[in-house]
């Protein structure tokens, strides 16, 4: 970039950021700028409007439909609005780039360099980071703002000398050691299955030490989680043969249906113009309503509108509860944050049979290791089964996709049993062996062809030639396997044959659409977990106090005794549909006392009574005022 044009932009902007218009205007330029994406002239835009300085003060990157039809002039980048605050080091060959406790210095962080052809081209990559150009520094107010969405954006790069090297982070981030390499391992396939081709995928990485994890009693407290966006393609200028690199969004939030929309979008964008796409990206968050629970917003991001609706906790996010029409879904701009929109049916309608089984393994918080050829698969597949016993909080560790570079690797992974509340999503081969003592081994993502009436097609082959997400793929071994469950455990809750019938004939006729199949199937497994809370909600509620006055002391809650429980559950009985062969007269077995005994036992229990007692002192609280 000239000098001319970087003196130009950097006015613009400096005058945007004056402090006496910047807030008092947002909110109306935020509800103007809405109305124009909504208007017909998206996509009509110019090079010149990408970053359009409005009359209000309010700076909006807008590329829309543009961003593939005008290509970004590396001049306008908003490389030149860089502040003082990020030096990250030179060169991927360096692991350790992330500063510590500085998020504004005197020196610049260093960005690619101004390269004016695409890296699609050999040789070129417009993403390397250079030590030559400023990037975007945001002030503390505007950081602050982002960070109530996002933490920031990682870059990792293969380097031939150490391997996965974080090449550089915008806006800088305080990660430890650890938490870098966690990233950096998990940023990348742990087998390779294809040989060009992108990835998108949700990974949760330990960050117990980060100031940006997520606070209080809940399964994330400690965690980040991460966003894939991961690019391979064959380069015959890299010794070895392939560019290979990643972005990853990282966040405190577990969105994973909002930001894995987003990388998509950024992703592409990223690796064909550069550094200058993550700025903007950054602008278009901070300019962003600040989230709040069950909050349904318009989020503008990169020319696209995304309507989104934030999740409760402890409420599961359906189709029928948002302002969503599900006759004419928009999957790709109408987004329910915390799951993906086909993910259950999806992974799991070959072997639809299986999920009464995985919803008793989770309920009652069962080590699993779920196998899959790619880590879109597995990920998806966690984050499903995590959302299968919702409303019941799940207790346990998850991830999304672990390797074998994993810091915890050498305690999760081991020949003794496995340990209890444990979910973990993995590709390399080498767990094929290494798991197979666990007690419930899922394997997922090899689609099987069926016949006109339904019926599976059992085919034998190496899956050679193109995948489903259009990925060139190898051969491996992880596509030799045939789906479904492996499990120690003899499932007690009868399925529901008639729902497996209508999903199964839909999927042949390919009617109605993914998206309301998943809900229904969905729908049916929230409506399962209530049935199975309606024995504890009745009894919890007997613990409660009738009698609540404002004056004196607050009246407390009884304890939670499980004999009395389990005499309420006697004299009441379960809503939950078990199997017949366990009402025999030859049967010894209670299932209806065993499941109860069993999930009391468990994890999952004690955070579901947390969550209910502290929602019933609330609900004590409002009767005394």
């Known amino acids: ?139 503390p107010a505007d950081l602050t703002t982002l960070r109530k969405w996002i933490i920031g954006f990682c870059v990792v790069n293969f380097d031939l000398e150490i391997g996965q090297a974080m090449d550089y982070v915008y806006p800088p981030i305080d990660l430890t050691v650890a938490e870098q390499k966690n990233i950096c391992f998990s940023a990348f396939p742990d087998s390779n299955v294809f040989e060009v081709g992108d990835q998108v995928y949700n990974i949760r ?46 966040s405190q939030h577990p969105f994973v249906g909002l930001f894995s929309r987003m990388v998509s979008i950024l992703g592409p964008a990223y690796f064909d113009k550069g550094q200058p ?37 402890f409420k599961p996010q359906l189709l029928e509860t948002t302002p969503f029409d599900m006759n004419k879904l928009k999957t790709d701009s109408q987004i329910m944050a915390s799951i993906p929109i086909v993910g259950l049916y999806h992974h799991f309608k070959d072997i639809l049979k299986d999920l009464w089984l995985l919803w008793e393994l989770m309920l009652l918080a069962e080590p ?28 346990g560790d998850y991830r999304p996709y672990f390797t074998i570079q994993d810091t915890d690797f050498k305690s999760f992974v081991t020949k003794n049993k496995p340990l209890s509340s444990l979910i973990l999503g993995v590709t390399n081969p080498f767990f094929n062996t290494a798991v197979q003592h666990w007690p419930n081994i899922v394997r997922v993502g090899r689609q099987q062809l069926r ?50 019938k ?54 407390r809650l009884r304890p939670f005794q499980t004999d009395q429980f389990m005499k309420s559950l006697r004299e009441h009985g379960p809503q939950l549909p078990f199997k017949t062969s366990f009402k025999t007269r030859t049967s010894t077995r209670d299932p209806t006392k065993e499941l109860y005994t069993q999930f009391l036992k468990c994890g999952n229990f004690a955070t579901w009574l947390q969550q209910r007692t502290l929602k019933a002192e609330v609900e004590i609280k409002k009767r005394r005022q």
């Open 451 to 500: 016949k006109p009436d339904g019926t599976l097609i059992q085919t034998h082959h190496n899956n050679r030639g193109k995948s489903k997400s259009g990925l060139s793929v190898k051969s491996n071994a992880l596509f030799n396997f045939t789906q479904g469950v492996i499990s120690k455990r003899k499932s007690v809750i009868s399925r529901d044959r008639e729902l497996i």
């Open 502 to 555: 209508m999903l199964t004939e839909a999927s042949v006729r390919g009617y109605p659409p993914d998206w309301i199949l998943n809900n229904i199937l969905r729908r049916h497994f929230v409506d399962l977990t209530e049935k199975f809370l309606v024995p504890l909600n009745r009894y919890f509620s007997t613990l409660i106090p009738v009698n609540i006055s404002s004056d004196g002391d607050p009246p």
């Open 277 to 313: 796409i993550l700025e903007a990206a950054c602008m278009n968050i901070i300019q962003w309503l600040e989230p709040e629970e069950g909050k349904m917003l318009d989020l503008p991001f990169l020319g696209h509108l995304l309507q989104v609706e934030l999740p409760v906790p």
């Open 368 to 395: 699993i290791v779920v196998i899959a050829p790619d880590p879109g698969v597995c990920s998806e597949v966690i984050v499903s089964l995590v959302d299968l016993i919702n409303p019941i909080p799940y207790c």
């Open 205 to 250: 990485v330990k960050a117990s030490t980060s100031k940006f994890t997520t606070s209080g009693p809940t399964i994330d407290a400690g965690f980040l989680h991460g966003y894939v966006f991961f690019r391979q393609k064959k380069d015959s200028t890299i010794r070895r043969g392939y560019f290979q690199k990643s972005l990853v969004l990282l």
């Open 1 to 139: 970039m000239n000098n001319d044009s970087r003196e130009e932009v950097s006015s613009v902007l400096n005058h945007m950021k004056t402090k006496d218009n910047k807030k008092s205007n947002r909110e109306h330029t935020y509800t103007d700028y809405r109305r124009s994406l909504s208007s017909d002239s998206i996509g009509v835009h110019t090079q010149s409007d990408i970053y359009d300085y409005g009359k209000n003060g309010y700076l909006e990157t807008d590329m829309s439909d543009s961003l593939y039809e005008y290509p970004l002039r590396k001049q306008c980048s908003s490389s030149v609005l860089q502040s003082h605050s990020s030096f990250l080091g030179p060169s991927i060959s360096h692991p350790n780039l992330v500063i510590k406790d500085h998020l504004y210095l005197t020196q610049s962080t260093p960005t690619p360099p101004s390269i004016q052809s695409s890296p699609t081209g050999l040789g070129v990559d417009i993403t390397e980071n250079g030590s030559e150009t400023k990037v975007l520094s945001l002030d």
